[in-house]
């Protein structure tokens, strides 16, 4: 009877979802359990929460282990009922904030080891198979899983006062992809760009909305994520701890107390400052952030918030003789000054257009050309097979041949070099650099195996590249890879080709889920404004489409290629 109770508790909290997401009264609980987005208003999910059961007298090893994977799920008050199902000294020793494994449920199998266990026995072993859907690092970093393949957990059991519970278990807790959603919210950290001119995000996922502004401050101060790092730049000094190792809010104001490090700089005290702000806005208890650095409280006027890299909401278009922005009807192209002429002169097949739309890096049948405004064009990179090249933020092209992804170059400030690339693969579909300048996306494929990446640039002070980080690995499905955008600050788009003919857009967060959608019939390119409703597709016939509801619309037809852009003030 009881794990039965426990299944209509969790269709009852099911329903009490669906009838808060209607717009019904809160039900009294208090936790976050819903996926966490910026919010102005109080949102009523918040106030949700899962309730699971602690042991009952007379469980099985089996019903123990459900019990504990159930009870896994409430973070509150550290994970107090889940450790119910341990034993006093495995119970000192677990650590569920170690590791997080999110696994597909319909798969998971629960498998006695050995014979069950009689009634004189007072110790068995169990084990878990787990197909990993993905995970996440003591600091809250999604992960994608590299394999799918099924995985083992073992878990001992001892008998304590005639009762089963578990002795011994893999540090960190197994939730299902389900659960993950309504467990864990997702916020961004912040960063700075190396110029310190922009705010870069860095999303992690945290469990508890009762002390989630504890675990945002307590990862921000160890810094960006270990792929990001070596792209982005931090004002929080090396040693600086929070001291009390809490943020308690009141009144809507999260005081922060913060001690160690060399901090004498006042504006490196309000970057701090700006990184608190931004990081915990999203917090929906927290209204205002209190700063102490060594016990001298912060009264320096806060720091303006760098805007989010904006792309012109004209879609860069070549319809086979004028190279421009698209008008809003679809039936004129408006050139760009200086620039378009000799764009179309090259003959090109693909383009991308840099800041301020005063440079544009061409690909035609002579390679990789850089056209800058009122300036003859400049041949870059004359190898065979090339793809569509990027243009960043600062004005340096990349570019790689289609059939040779680890042969990246790139041009900028009147030099030319090459960087070792992080990856593995047999073609290349894509890249474009972020319109931050900090990370580069590329697309890649294999035996019809795609691989989506995002990976740090690092710079020197003249802002040329001088490696790349280790990637993160984002979601994508097998196929031929065909194209990939940038649509904000930390959302990308893949393209892929099914099997079937049809295709497949991912749209994603870095660091966050997915969410799949098919693509229009022969879409060979996608492109983002800024926002994921700007994204427009070209199809191999030329038809411009754009978002209408949950179908696409014709918007122009006759257009040979889609050029992605960067930044305009």
Known sequence: M?????????????????????????????????RGQARTVEDPLDSLELVPEGPAKGDTPEQILRGFIDAATSPRNSYDVARDFLTGS????????????????????????????GEDDDRTSMRVRAVPAAGLTATGQYEIAESRAPIELPYEFRKVNGEWRISDAPQGILIDESNFELVFRQHALFFFAPGFDALVPDLRWFAGADSVQTSIVRALLEGPSEWLAGG???????????????????GRVASVELVGGNVDDALAIQRIQLQLDESLRAVRSVGEVSLTVNGAANDLAALPVPPAPRVDSRTVVFDGERFGYLSSDGADVETL?????????????????????????VLSSAGVSLVSRGDPAQT?????????????????????????????EWFGGGQHGTLPVPWNAERIAGLEVSRDGTRLLV?????????LLVAAVQRDAQHLPLALGTPVRLDAVDGEARDIAWVDARTVVSLTGLSDGSGAIITQEVGGLATRRTA??????????????????????????????VGWQPRATGVAFLAPQQRVD
């Open 2 to 34: 009881r794990h039965a109770k426990r299944t209509v508790r969790s269709a009852a909290a099911a329903v009490a979802v669906l009838a808060l997401a209607a717009g019904c009264a809160a039900i009294p609980s208090s936790g976050g359990v819903n």
């Open 90 to 117: 495995f119970e000192e020793d677990w650590e569920p904030g170690s590791r997080v494994t999110i696994d597909v449920l319909s798969s998971r199998q629960l498998e006695q080891l050995g014979a069950e266990p």
């Open 232 to 250: 982005v730049v931090t004002a929080v000094p090396e040693g600086m701890r929070l001291e009390p190792d809490a943020v308690p809010v009141a």
């Open 337 to 361: 000054p200086g620039i378009s002429e000799q764009v179309a002169a090259l003959g090109p097949v693909g383009a991308a257009v840099g800041p301020e739309a005063q440079r544009v890096a």
């Open 380 to 408: 870059l990179d004359t190898r065979p097979g090339l793809v569509t090249p990027a243009i960043d933020e600062h004005d340096v092209v990349w570019s790689v041949p289609a059939d040779e992804p680890g042969a990246l």
């Open 443 to 451: 697309f890649l494929e294999t035996n019809g195996h795609t691989q």
């Open 520 to 549: 229009p019939e022969d879409a060979v390119q996608v492109t983002g404004g800024n926002n994921v409703r700007d994204l427009r597709t070209l199809t191999s016939e030329g038809v411009l489409q754009s978002q209408a509801g």
